[in-house]
Antibody
Framework: EVQLLESGGGMVQPGGSLRLSCDASGFTFTYFAMTWVRQAPGKGLEWVSGISGSASSTHYADFVKGRFTISRDNSKNTLYLQMNSLRAEDTAVYYC?????????????????WGQGTLVTVSS | SVLTQAPSASGTPGQRVTISCSGSSSNIGSNTVSWYRHFPGMAPKLLIYMNNQRPSGVPDRFSGSASGTSTSLAISGLQSEDEATYYCAAWDDTLNAWVFGGGTKLTVL
């Protein structure tokens, strides 16, 4: 059974940093691209970042470029999101989601499994 | 949002409802769309992929279609448990990013 378990959320002051983790199990981790998607309070789903199965390519939404870094450790089946220079508008539940193929941008791709999410609150 | 959805929709039990999603040539016009159902506090769930394909386990009450730069999700035989927010998503070739619709909150009256 595919399972994705996020952790690392919490409260942080503006300008601070957090690192989110997503522990994956039930599938061959390196075969699949992984992504982070967030949902701010009262708002819709918003894609944040994605990384290929081999970690050779990464993609970011414009609003996090230069501040967030996605990475993965395929030996530990874990996805990460390093978040720096956090802003109040980054407050959201952050979900990790698996993409069906090894590349983020493959035609016909979709988010086939999602975690339960971890809450990040940026506030002074 | 890059993809446009109506913020709300409603229907009565047994009815058929359609939720639309419109985009542009760089996303829906050139890539396939997937649809997700999201209950508050839960993990989103994949309902439709490649515009009109259902993953195993998704009832055939759910169907998708696409034409040009628009796509839609239809739910027939509406049930109270269908009350949720529905999102469309597609890869955008210009942004080099995944984009979501703003979500349509479906109410079963």
């Amino acid at each position: 059974e595919v399972q994705l378990l996020e952790s690392g959320g919490g409260m942080v002051q503006p300008g601070g940093s957090l690192r989110l983790s997503c522990d994956a199990s039930g599938f061959t981790f390196t075969y699949f691209a992984m992504t982070w998607v967030r949902q701010a309070p009262g708002k819709g789903l918003e894609w944040v970042s994605g990384i290929s199965g081999s970690a050779s390519s990464t993609h970011y939404a414009d609003f996090v470029k230069g501040r967030f870094t996605i990475s993965r450790d395929n030996s530990k089946n874990t996805l990460y999101l390093q978040m720096n220079s956090l802003r109040a508008e980054d407050t959201a539940v952050y979900y990790c989601a698996r993409l069906l193929s090894a590349l983020v941008e493959t035609p016909g791709n979709r988010f086939d499994y999602w975690g339960q999410g971890t809450l990040v609150t940026v506030s002074s | 949002s890059v993809l446009t959805q109506a913020p709300s929709a409603s229907g009565t039990p047994g009815q058929r409802v359609t939720i639309s999603c419109s985009g542009s040539s760089s996303n829906i016009g050139s890539n396939t769309v997937s649809w997700y159902r999201h209950f508050p506090g839960m993990a989103p769930k994949l309902l439709i992929y490649m515009n009109n394909q259902r993953p195993s386990g998704v009832p055939d009450r759910f169907s998708g279609s696409a034409s040009g730069t628009s796509t839609s999700l239809a739910i027939s035989g509406l049930q109270s448990e269908d009350e949720a927010t529905y999102y469309c998503a597609a890869w955008d070739d210009t942004l080099n990013a995944w984009v979501f619709g703003g979500g349509t909150k479906l109410t079963v009256l």
